[in-house]
C-alpha cells in the first residue's frame, strides 16, 4: 500500500518562511493535500494539488510537487505564531480517493 | 449547512463493552469515511463507503463494522472494545465531483478511551 513519510519537527522564527517535506510512494496518486491540526481540534484542509501540476500558490501558501521523486513540499511564508500546528501530508488512491496520511510535522513557530 | 457532525466528542468504555460511534453529514456527499488518530501519529482510514449500502475496508478494519443506510448517515460499531482501540476517531466525507479537488471535509471527532 501507499506509505506516506514526514519530518517530526520544524522550529522556524516569525517571519520566516517554513517549508514542510513529505515523501510518498505511489505513483498512481491522483490528488496531494495539506491539512492543519491545531491541539484537540480536527482538520481543517490547507491546500491540494493535481497529480498533473508541478506547483500551486495561494496566498503564502506554495506547494510544490516533484512527482520524478514523489516529494511534496508545502511553503509557507512570512510564519506567524497562529501557524504554529501539525502539518499533515495526504495523497489520495483507489477508487474512493482514500486518504494516507503522514505522520505529521509539528511546526513551532517562536516569536 | 452542519457540515460532519459527530457523536459523542468523548467516551470512556470499559474492556470488552460495544458503542456506536455516530456521523451524519448534510452536505449530500456519496463518499464517506472513517479514520483513527493514534497520538503522535497520522490518521489511518478503517473502513468507507461510496454510497448508501455498499461499504468497503480500510487499512485497519478489524474490531469495527459500519452500515451505510442513508446518504446522510455512516455509524461505526466497535464489538468487545479493547485498550487498542483507546484513539481519536474521525469521520469525513467528499463529494464525486472535481470542481473541489476531492476535498474531504472532517468532523471534529471522538475521544475514545478504553480501560
Known amino acids: 500500500g501507499e506509505d506516506v513519510e514526514q519530518s517530526l519537527f520544524l522550529s522556524v522564527r516569525e517571519g520566516d518562511s517554513s517549508v514542510i517535506n513529505c515523501t510518498y510512494t505511489d505513483s498512481s496518486s491522483t490528488y496531494l493535500y495539506w491539512y492543519k491540526q491545531e491541539p484537540g481540534a480536527g482538520l481543517q484542509l490547507l491546500t491540494y494539488i493535481f497529480s498533473n501540476m508541478d506547483m500551486k500558490q495561494d496566498q503564502r501558501l506554495t506547494v510544490l510537487l516533484n512527482k520524478k521523486d514523489k516529494h511534496l513540499s508545502l511553503r509557507i511564508a512570512d510564519t506567524q505564531t497562529g501557524d504554529s500546528a501539525i502539518y499533515f501530508c495526504?495523497?489520495?488512491?483507489?477508487?474512493?480517493?482514500?486518504?494516507?496520511f503522514g505522520s505529521g510535522t509539528q511546526l513551532t513557530v517562536l516569536p | 449547512n452542519a457540515g460532519v457532525t459527530q457523536t459523542p466528542k468523548f467516551r470512556i468504555l470499559k474492556i470488552g463493552q460495544s458503542m456506536t460511534l455516530q456521523c451524519a453529514q448534510d452536505?449530500?456527499?456519496?463518499?464517506m469515511y472513517w479514520y483513527r488518530q493514534d497520538p503522535g501519529m497520522g490518521l489511518k482510514l478503517i473502513y468507507y463507503s461510496v454510497g448508501a449500502g455498499i461499504t468497503d475496508k480500510g487499512e485497519v478494519p478489524n474490531g469495527y463494522n459500519v452500515s451505510r443506510s442513508t446518504t446522510e448517515d455512516f455509524p461505526l460499531r466497535l464489538e468487545l472494545a479493547a485498550p487498542s482501540q483507546t484513539s481519536v476517531y474521525f469521520c469525513?466525507?467528499?463529494?464525486?465531483?472535481?470542481?473541489?479537488?476531492?476535498?474531504?471535509?472532517f468532523g471534529p471527532g471522538t475521544r475514545l478511551t478504553v480501560t
Open positions: 469525513a466525507s467528499s463529494t464525486q465531483g472535481n470542481r473541489e479537488g476531492y476535498e474531504q471535509y
Open positions: 452536505m449530500n456527499h456519496n463518499y
Open positions: 495526504a495523497v489520495a488512491s483507489g477508487s474512493a480517493r482514500q486518504l494516507t
